[in-house]
């Protein structure tokens, strides 16, 4: 769709590392003039560079257009003795302390960690390396619950990887009984949004370019039914305003809450 709106082929690399850290150290190294772009989730430059060292930081970029929003979430398996609700985990999780959690990221600790002094909880934390690495945990009964980028929502037909907590903005499109962070009571909204960032140095008439195309693919019908029927991920447009007034006072909200907790743990 891309490659129709702008009337040039369209290469995708997949940069793995550091959770995007590679790629947006090679974007904002990348002098082509607007030619490079990166299209990812927002947390590796509104949460990254607060928690770790990295060779960039948010004025690096110009974040052009938002078409979609993540989907994260807090999940369990099926069978558990607090069934599926968020409520019935904090009740059986003050009477039975060592509830177990699998952790991805730093950013995920965070939360949990907030959470859990908060509700005066007592966790165990089983440290994963993914959905690959949560999801056999989660299914198979060995971990309570758990943070899922995304991979739960493989599993909203069959019902076997219940979500208990939005982590986004809005309730889940596959799971809208779940509450979110702030239905829930914290006051906390670290939703990804998936957006296209390009260097700071980019001329305004590519970057426009590029702003152009991307609103006309997310009107597109194919767009559309792939991102929101297939990914289950619900199409949400904004502009480069917008969206960078948002990422900046999503990382002032990082910042406090990193302030509040004392610091970040580090990924084991």
Do not use: K, W
């Given at each position: 769709m891309l490659e129709d709106e702008l009337g040039q082929p369209v290469n995708v690399v997949n940069q793995p590392g550091a959770g995007m850290g590679v790629a947006l150290t090679r974007l904002v190294n990348n002098d082509d003039e607007g030619y490079t772009f990166l299209y990812g989730p927002t947390s590796p430059i509104t949460f990254g560079p607060l928690a770790t060292d990295v060779d960039y930081d948010m004025d690096d970029f110009r974040y052009i257009s938002a078409v979609s929003l993540a989907q994260a979430g807090i999940v369990t398996g099926e069978d558990r003795p607090f069934g599926d609700s968020w409520e019935e985990l904090l009740d059986y999780a003050r009477k039975n302390p060592g509830v177990s959690y699998a952790t991805q990221t730093a950013q995920d600790r965070l939360i949990i960690d907030y959470i859990a002094e908060q509700e005066g909880l007592e966790l165990r934390i089983v440290p994963t390396a993914g959905g690959a690495g949560m999801a056999p945990l989660?299914?198979?009964?060995?971990?309570?619950?758990?943070?899922?980028?995304?991979?739960?929502?493989?599993?909203?037909?069959?019902?076997?990887?219940?979500?208990?907590?939005?982590?986004?903005?809005?309730?889940?499109?596959a799971f809208p009984d779940a509450p979110t962070l702030v239905e829930a009571g914290y006051d906390i909204t670290p939703g990804d949004i998936l957006m296209a960032a390009l260097p700071k140095n980019v001329p305004d008439e590519r970057a426009q370019r590029l702003a152009d195309a991307l609103e006309a693919a997310t009107q597109d019908?194919?767009?559309?039914?792939?991102?929101?029927?297939?990914?289950?991920?619900?199409?949400?447009?904004?502009?480069?305003?917008?969206?960078?007034?948002?990422?900046?006072?999503?990382?002032?909200?990082?910042?406090?809450?990193?302030?509040?907790?004392?610091?970040?743990e580090a990924p084991e």
């Open positions: 989660i299914l198979s009964g060995d971990v309570d619950f758990a943070y899922s980028g995304g991979t739960h929502s493989g599993y909203a037909d069959s019902g076997e990887m219940p979500v208990l907590l939005s982590l986004a903005e809005d309730r889940l499109v019908e194919r767009f559309i039914e792939v991102t929101e029927e297939r990914l289950l991920l619900p199409v949400n447009y904004m502009d480069e305003a917008e969206l960078t007034d948002t990422l900046y006072a999503q990382r002032d909200a990082f910042a406090e809450l990193i302030d509040e907790m004392g610091g970040v």
